[in-house]
């Protein structure tokens, strides 16, 4: 059996791999797609300690760096099943089945999409989906943001102190967000809310140029211009085939601070749990946690 097994190769499987096996224990990575979100990442700037990097770049550094371990990495195979006997056993699509002394469960999350045409067509090319990553480079641009609740308005918050105007569009007749960010954004200047709005294409030509929406209300259609959509309908967690670990209702993984969950020598980290800010620096740092958990656990059991 393993000592440690890793499910998820994203960043915050690679940093859990890492710190294990520099414990010279016996640790495997199981990816669906080795890289995980990085590797749909063009530009990353608030990696810290370098200026600017590349999601598949970063991505390749950091399978060079688990290779360094003699970590087993076993990716495009997707587990299906954990079950907890003496040892903790994972089942994967393939119908192999993995034991291991613990695990790590690490396999992120994915934007919700609104899929409307354009949306896949210009992402990385005006259509994002992260403020705190993407957010500079719409400095003075022209942003709409879909989704009024929480991070959408948060968002939008974020974004009216960088870009030059803000349209929030809700599909609901009402923002959902909390009353203080709404009357934060209410205060702001250059943000427009529409609600009863729902989006029915992001247009453009090698980039975004604007965006349509239909009126709920009066049925008219509506073509705002502009360069940059940020779709913030939600983050879903990549947690469904877990049943016997705790989650919360958004479906993220219940860790405490040393990345456990609720089941003994089950671990997890990284953005498909409840940690509140969802970073790839974030991610690997509870990697790291989780990994350091884990062996503490080892050593005791
Ligand atoms: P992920 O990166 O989601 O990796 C999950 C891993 O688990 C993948 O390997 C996946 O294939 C695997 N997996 C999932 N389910 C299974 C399963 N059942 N069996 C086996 N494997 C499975 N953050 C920043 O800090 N800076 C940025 O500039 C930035 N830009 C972003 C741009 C985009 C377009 C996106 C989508 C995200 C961006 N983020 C950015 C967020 C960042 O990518 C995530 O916070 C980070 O990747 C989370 O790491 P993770 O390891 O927790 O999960």
């Given amino acids: 059996p393993y000592d440690v097994l890793v499910v998820g190769g994203g960043p915050a499987g690679a940093s ?21 979100q990085v590797m749909d990442t063009m530009g990353i700037e608030n990696f810290i300690g370098t200026a600017y990097t590349e999601g598949p770049k970063l991505v390749a550094s950091l399978e060079e760096h688990v290779k360094e371990y003699g970590i087993d990495v076993m990716n495009l195979q997707r587990a299906k099943r954990l079950e907890k006997n003496d040892l903790v056993e994972i089942e994967l699509e393939n119908g192999a089945v993995l034991k291991s002394k613990s695990v790590i469960l690490s396999t992120g999350a994915r934007w919700r999409n609104v899929n409307v045409p354009g949306e896949a067509e210009f992402k990385n090319k005006g259509v994002a989906y992260c403020p705190h990553c993407d957010g500079p480079l719409f ?3 022209r942003v709409a943001v879909i989704g009024g609740g929480n991070s959408g308005i948060e968002a939008a918050i974020d974004l009216a102190g960088i870009v030059k105007h803000v349209t929030v569009l809700e599909f609901a007749s009402e923002l959902k967000a909390d009353q203080v960010l709404q009357d934060r954004l209410h205060s702001l200047p250059n943000v427009t809310v529409i609600t009863n709005a729902q989006t029915t294409e992001i247009t453009g030509t090698d980039k975004v140029n604007g965006i349509s929406y239909v009126s709920r209300e009066t049925n008219e259609s509506h073509h705002v211009e502009l360069e940059g959509v940020f779709v913030q309908i939600g983050l879903v967690p990549n947690t469904d085939w877990l049943d016997s670990v705790e989650r919360n209702n958004f479906g993220e993984i219940v860790v405490d601070r040393h990345g456990a969950t609720n089941v003994p020598g089950v671990f997890a980290a990284g953005d498909c749990t409840n940690s509140a800010y969802k970073q790839i620096i974030i991610s690997m740092g509870s990697g790291a946690t989780a990994a350091l958990g884990a062996f503490d656990y080892m050593i005791r059991n």
Avoid: C, D, M, S
């Fill in 139 to 141: 400095e003075g641009k």
């Fill in 16 to 36: 859990a791999a890492v710190y294990a096996a520099r414990k010279g224990i016996r640790t495997g990575i199981i990816a669906e797609r080795f890289g995980g």
